[in-house]
């Protein structure tokens, strides 16, 4: 059965049911003060751009969200992540403002964009155990200003445990989604953590924006040849009729 049909079945059954309030009801809020700090442009694009690129890797039977709050624990509401991306797979894509693992699942791939400029709520020795907490099978973070072979680190979920992936350079495998993430520039970002279909990133996954550019590419290209052909075709028959007009001045001669 649909687990949302089960959901709206145990709703149905809970009509008419009496519960005791608990003395302090929980409140899981789509919105923190205390999380609400400073963000750097570039981080806001790099953020905006990882959005765009999982939004185009996955289809919309498949969930993406970005900064939203990430609840794992049903009975503490500080209990939280806010990835700056993060794939749910088999969850319809829905304009959700927070998330609640014991709702609709945990997320298989979370990514964290870090930079020495932005601040952060929490260390990340704690934002990973609380990854080791939520479940997630992969964990992707991007240092943007690290050095070449260490942009990228990786952690897989190995017998219930998030282990550390070696990562020799400025690529990895993505294992949820079966592609590679590879830095690469992107807008007026020189390097940005985007998905390829190759290691060496010479097939990205595009943004909307390069879709929409490939697509006028193509069709200034379809034009152009189209003008080629047509400027061939007149240039073909120019020289057919030259030739006729030379064979009847030929004969006109052989005549005379």
């Known amino acids: 059965m649909d687990p949302r049909t089960i959901s709206t079945v145990s709703k149905t059954a809970l009509q008419g049911i009496r519960h005791v309030?608990?003395?302090q009801p929980l409140r899981f809020f789509d919105a923190n003060p205390e999380w609400q700090l400073g963000e750097s442009l570039r981080h806001f694009n790099l953020c905006a751009l990882l959005y765009q690129v999982l939004r185009q890797a996955v289809t919309p039977r498949n969930s993406v969200g970005c900064d939203q709050f990430v609840y794992f624990d049903a009975s503490d509401p500080r209990r939280c992540l806010a990835p700056d991306g993060f794939v749910k797979l088999g969850a319809p894509q829905e304009m959700f403002a927070s998330w609640r693992v014991w709702e609709k699942g945990a997320p298989e791939l979370c990514i964290e964009v870090l930079s020495p400029s932005?601040?952060?709520?929490?260390?990340f020795a704690e934002k990973l155990a609380r990854y080791q907490a939520l479940g997630v099978r992969e964990l992707i973070v991007f240092q943007?200003?690290?050095?070449?072979?260490k942009r990228i680190r990786a952690w897989d979920r190995v017998e219930d445990d998030l282990l550390e992936r070696i990562v020799g350079a400025d690529a990895t495998p993505c294992t949820t989604l079966d592609l590679f993430w590879v830095v690469a520039p992107a807008r007026d970002l020189p390097l940005a953590l985007r998905l390829a279909h190759d290691a060496?990133?010479?097939s990205l996954v595009p943004t909307p924006e390069e879709v929409e550019r490939a697509a006028k590419e193509r069709e200034h290209t379809a034009k152009e040849a189209e003008r080629t052909a047509k400027e061939a075709e007149r240039t073909a028959k120019e020289a057919a009729l030259a030739e006729v007009d030379r064979l009847r001045a030929e004969l006109a001669s052989k005549k005379s």
């Open 118 to 123: 932005d601040q952060e709520p929490i260390t």
């Open 200 to 202: 060496e990133g010479l």
């Open 21 to 23: 309030p608990p003395a």
């Open 144 to 149: 943007v200003d690290e050095p070449v072979g």
